[in-house]
């Protein structure tokens, strides 16, 4: 079975980006062996591989047929920041290197499929320990002054032992002048629509609040079981920038009025008007499951992979696309558009 076009997947929620391996002619990139293929996309082709015996996540730069230097930057600065974080729920990268003329990252291989997969099957424990492990990720994230930008199941991987790891930094904003400006520069519209937050949308700039929105939308679906905002085309960034989030316990009757509270505190519209971080976010969900469920709620909150989890690795990312017309209108009405012309006409 081919591999599957994961840019395209990127901007549709239920569209999996998860594909089995598929057979490819055995060579060597440096130290590894290629053993299959496992994503592709428009930045990179992502490979299962070994070295020592070990399986590895191989993630290869598609050369730019114009050219262009700054995917393979921005590919440098996704080994840099994960390079740089060493955490039980944030996917490792092992090192990276170049080969027969192609730049790779080398990173932790993940067998147990993406959390897409297991949408629609967990118990309140379950998403609750995912939502755990992915806040502790991004504790430790913003701790490194990194936003992800790019929060979403895809993203998040489970491991042989049920926990999840946040994965794919592709488009991460390094927020402590670690990376160029003009590769993290706000005023870009980077991620995938289903999850941005307002500010995101806008092309405003971003901090770990903006990670939080994206996680309270995963949120929104495990624990009420579909997404707050449906569009499937650009305009889904409309409605997170406007339309207010549809009440979960309308949706989901059964739902724990406090895990309600919370969930809408982490869709709020302002960044201000979120938990103040990630761990606050972390404190504020083990509170709630603590009063719901008693102080060993987490005993039952791994979750079980299957018994043959698909090969999975994080998705390329996309370089930065331009929003429509329809959003950059309202970009420019709210003097936040940062086009060329808008900058000029700002500049006079």
Partial sequence: MPARDIDQQATTPSGAVVAPAAPAPRR???????????ARGGMA????????????????????PDGDATLAERFELEAQV?????????????????SGGRSYIAMEYVAGGSLRAYGGRLSLEQAAGALADVLSALD????????HRDVKPENLL????????????????????????RL??????????????????MGRPVGPATD??????????????????KNTDWSVLIQHIHQPVPAPRVLRPDLDPALERWLLRMLEKEPEARPASARAALDELERCMTALCGPDWRRAARLTPAAAPPV??????????APPRRLRALQRRRGDCMSCACRRRKAG
């Avoid at 130290?31 to 496992?38: D, Q």
């Avoid at 993290?184 to 949308?201: K, L, N």
């Avoid at 994206?214 to 905002?229: K, T």
């Avoid at 999975?312 to 696309?321: C, N, R």
């Fill in 312 to 321: 999975v690795a994080p998705p390329a990312a996309q370089p930065p696309v």
């Fill in 28 to 38: 060597r990139a440096g130290r590894y062996e290629i053993r299959g293929e496992i």
């Fill in 212 to 229: 939080l929105y994206s996680v309270g939308v995963v949120a929104y679906e495990l624990l009420v079981g579909e997404l707050p905002f």
């Fill in 82 to 98: 994960a390079a740089g974080l060493r955490h039980p729920n944030v996917v490792s990268v092992l090192e990276r290197f170049r």
């Fill in 45 to 64: 082709t992502v490979y299962l591989a070994t070295r020592d015996g070990r399986d590895v996540a191989l993630k290869e730069l598609t050369p730019d």
């Fill in 140 to 147: 430790h994230v913003e701790r490194h002054g990194i936003v």
């Fill in 184 to 201: 993290t520069a706000d005023g870009r519209t980077v991620g995938t629509p289903s999850y941005m937050a307002p500010e995101q949308a």
């Fill in 158 to 181: 489970v491991t042989a032992d049920g926990r999840v790891k946040l994965a794919d930094f592709g488009v991460a904003k390094a927020c402590g002048g670690v990376a160029p400006a």
